[in-house]
Every structure is written in structure tokens, then in C-alpha cells.
């Protein structure tokens, strides 16, 4: 019955194909225009996206409630499967953290104090919000996350993400209501970074490797990795992750935080230390 | 016999159902399962839409609706503008002129059609990547993406097809 009907539509095909072909070629010639536009002029992309994310954020994020709900039902089960030996570990953990929360204090009180004595000025930024991801902004090739706040919110363009553990990423657009973070590992995250005890600074790439190590610095697989806050960019100090293998001239460094399991990140208000302005121009501004 | 206004919406409704389910599906793709690699590989399911539609009921899925399906999708996966819309229109040229040879075969060869397209489709959208971010990108999540959407290919052509007989007709 279908294959009639099948057939039917392709008597009348041959008078419609040369309209529809003719659609067609314009409509990739479109699509061609569009990439090679965006490939030039990338903030006309920029600004569609952002308007676009604006309006996909609020369905978004009503559809992604039934996911939080089944993920929050499934950690439930496994908690209540592994309470009491979750009990003993946390008890352990718990004394443990007690021990180093005295350390902490008495480390930070002489941190201040030493501080103090040399006249430092640190930013460290501070969490003003913590947003809910709603959407996955990712292929093979981009890495990024739609949160639902924006400019509404006070969120701005280059302001830091983390989660519990540590850098997340980077706000890199921002609508009324959505911003784009995008993660260190997408491709273009570039960060500047401090490596081992000796904070040797560095770069770490988007697929998570270390590059301009300076010449004959040795790192070795453990190797605590911060931003370096170089560049006003990323605060200072914020821990990223550590260095797992260093072979071949090719580091590469497991980061301390989730970005598959993230479902709130926290956005930090950083404003950096004004660098230093050529007189004539900050004159002219007065 | 006139046909009345209902019948209209109701047929103009079913018409659309192809598409709309498509933005559907584009839309739950998106969201954060919180699965480890998946957000990377994500299956396309854009160009099984486009490729089952397209052989099955072309008239149900135009051009324009494959072009705005992805240009919509370019935009929410913050991929270049116009590259997933491109790929699309590609497939739909590609498949419109070889439906004849799917329809009415068995399921299996349609499953090896859409590998041997979804296979020149990635391959498409990485070069066009590479172009686009001036690099040599590595293959390796692409190969995965393309893996994992054959191999997913038979469920959502089963959805589709029940969709065809229920909803279309």
C-alpha cells in the first residue's frame, strides 16, 4: 500500500525535481557562505549563538530536570546500598581533615601575617554563583557548557569557572540569561600555569598537555599544576590537576576537576590588578 | 467532499511530524547525561534523520528544514556556522539520488548505506573542521562519533519507522 503511494509521489517528482534541486544548491551555497563568514568573522557567529543560547536555555533547562531527577534517584540507591562503610570512611576522613584544618589555619594566619609584612596585594577572585549546567555544548572538536545565567546575573565574558576540585574553564560568551563556558579541554583553552614545587610557568593546552616548559625543566609524573594568574586572565593559585606522565617531551596532566559529571560549576568574580597604561592614553580618558 | 479545517490541521501536523521529532531529538542530544566521553561523541542524530527521511519520504523532510535542523545544531554545539548545515544538505543531494536503491531493500542494506554515508559525512566534517580551526585535529573522537552512530543507527530507524506508521501514514 505504502510503496503506491511511494510511487505516486516520484510521478510527480520530476516536475518539482528542478525547483527543489535548484533550492537545494542555493541552500548549500548558503551553508558554504555561512562557514566560510564565520571562519573570517567570528563575533557575527559569536552574537547568533549567544542570541540563540538565550532562548534554548529556559527549554533547556525545564528538560533536563527528569535527568537530574533519575541521576539524584540513582547516587540515592548507591548511597544507601554503601552507607555504613561510607560511615567509617568519613569518620577516618573526617579526623583526618580536622588535623589539617589546624594546620590551614595556623598556615594561613602566618601567610597573612608574612603578607602583611611585605605590603602583597593577592586576588584570589571570589564565587559570586554558582549556576546549574543545563546543556552540553559539545562534538568532537568543541568542549563547552550552557549554564543558565548571563549578563542578568552579572556573569561577564572571561570570568572563571571551577567546580569542587578545581579549574573548570572559562566564560567565553554571555547572553541575558546563558553563558558558554568553555572547558580546558576544548581546543582552543589556552592557560597559563605554574608546574611542581618549583613553579616552573608554563602553558597548558586544550588536550591537556603542558607546552613552553623553559628548556631543561624536569617535571615528574605527581607535579601539582596552578594557574599563574600571568596575563590577568585566571586568578592566581587556583589548583588545575597534576602532572600523570612526562615522556617524550609530552606532559600531560590529569585535571582535578569532573567535566563530565558537572551539573553546577562556580562562576568567580576576578578583576585583576590594572596593568600598567601608557600615561598619554589613561590621560586622554580623564 | 470539501475537507474541513481539522482535517487540514491534522494533516498538516502529521506532515511536520518528521521535523519537529528531529529538532526533538537535537534538542534531548544536548542535554548533560553526565556519561563519560559521550558528550564528545554524541551520535549525530541529525544525519540519521536526514538520511532515513530522506529516503522514505523525501517530501516530509525539504532541504530547508535539513538546513535550518543544522544550522541550529551548528549553533548549539558551538561547531563553525554553517558546517553541520553544509553536511546535511550534502547528504539529503547524495541519498535523494540514490533512494531507489534502498527502497524496499531488506534493513541491513540500508544500515551498510547509512555507514558508508555517516563515514563520508565525518570525514566531511572533519576536514571542514581542520579548515575552519587551521589544524590538524586528531581523528580519533570523530572515528568514535562515527562508530557509535552507526551502531546506534537501527534503534532510532525503528522509532522512525514506527513514527512513519503511526503518525505520517
Not at chain 1, 546500598?81 to 594561613?108: C, G, H, P
Not at chain 2, 534502498?102 to 542494506?109: E, H, R
Request: net charge positive.
Amino acid at each position: 500500500m505504502r510503496r503506491i503511494r511511494d510511487n505516486e509521489f516520484s510521478l510527480f517528482l520530476p516536475f518539482r525535481a528542478t525547483g527543489q534541486r535548484i533550492t537545494l544548491l542555493i541552500l548549500i551555497f548558503f551553508a558554504t557562505a555561512l562557514f566560510i563568514v564565520g571562519k573570517t568573522n567570528s563575533t557575527l557567529s559569536e552574537r547568533a549563538r549567544s542570541q540563540l543560547a538565550d532562548v534554548a536555555v529556559p527549554v533547556l533547562d525545564v528538560l533536563s530536570q527528569p535527568i537530574l531527577a533519575l541521576d539524584w534517584a540513582a547516587k540515592r540507591v548507591v548511597d544507601m546500598i554503601f552507607v555504613y562503610r561510607e560511615n567509617d570512611q568519613l569518620r577516618e576522613t573526617n579526623r583526618r581533615l580536622m588535623e589539617w584544618q589546624a594546620k590551614a589555619l595556623r598556615l594561613e594566619q602566618e601567610n597573612e601575617r608574612f603578607q602583611e609584612l611585605l605590603n602583597v596585594k593577592n586576588d584570589y577572585g571570589k564565587v559570586f554563583l554558582t549556576p546549574r549546567v543545563v546543556a552540553d555544548a559539545s562534538g568532537p572538536f568543541v568542549h563547552a557548557k550552557l549554564l543558565n545565567v548571563g549578563l542578568a546575573d552579572g556573569v561577564r565574558k572571561g570570568q572563571v569557572a571551577t567546580d569542587d576540585f578545581g579549574l573548570v574553564g572559562q566564560i567565553v560568551a554571555v547572553g541575558q540569561r546563558s553563558a558558554r563556558l568553555l572547558l580546558l579541554t576544548d581546543l582552543n583553552s589556552r592557560v597559563p600555569i605554574l608546574v611542581g614545587a618549583k613553579q616552573h610557568p608554563a602553558i597548558l593546552a586544550g588536550d591537556n598537555t603542558i607546552a613552553f616548559l623553559p628548556v631543561g625543566v624536569q617535571v615528574a609524573p605527581g607535579d601539582l599544576v596552578l594557574t599563574s594568574g600571568a596575563g590577568g586572565v585566571f586568578p592566581p593559585r587556583l589548583p588545575i590537576g597534576r602532572v600523570v606522565t612526562s615522556r617524550d617531551d609530552v606532559v600531560r596532566v590529569q585535571l582535578f576537576s569532573d567535566s563530565d559529571r558537572l551539573d553546577f560549576v562556580n562562576i568567580m568574580d576576578f578583576r585583576p590588578e590594572p596593568r600598567l597604561e601608557d600615561p598619554r592614553t589613561s590621560d586622554a580618558s580623564k | 467532499m470539501k475537507p474541513s479545517v481539522l482535517h487540514h490541521v491534522d494533516t498538516g501536523l502529521r506532515a511536520i511530524t518528521p521535523v519537529l521529532l528531529t529538532f526533538l531529538l537535537l534538542v534531548i542530544s544536548r542535554l548533560p547525561f553526565g556519561i563519560e566521553g559521550l558528550e564528545s561523541a554524541m551520535p549525530l542524530l541529525t544525519l540519521m534523520a536526514a538520511y532515513f527521511w530522506t529516503i522514505y519520504r523525501p517530501n516530509l523532510m525539504p532541504s530547508i528544514a535539513l538546513f535550518l535542523l543544522g544550522l541550529l545544531q551548528d549553533l548549539v554545539t558551538g561547531g563553525p556556522l554553517g558546517l553541520m548545515a553544509l553536511v546535511l544538505l550534502l547528504v539529503h543531494w547524495l541519498v535523494d539520488a540514490q533512494r531507489r536503491v534502498f527502497l524496499g531493500k531488506s534493513f541491513v542494506v540500508a544500515w551498510w548505506g547509512f555507514g558508508l554515508v555517516a563515514l563520508g559525512a565525518e570525514g566531511v566534517i572533519w576536514l571542514l573542521a581542520c579548515i575552519y580551526y587551521d589544524d590538524l585535529l586528531g581523528v580519533k573522537p570523530f572515528a568514535f562519533q562515527f562508530m557509535l552512530t552507526v551502531a546506534i543507527y537501527p534503534c532510532f530507524a525503528w522509532l522512525f519507522s514506527w513514527v512513519q506508521r503511526a503518525i505520517v501514514k
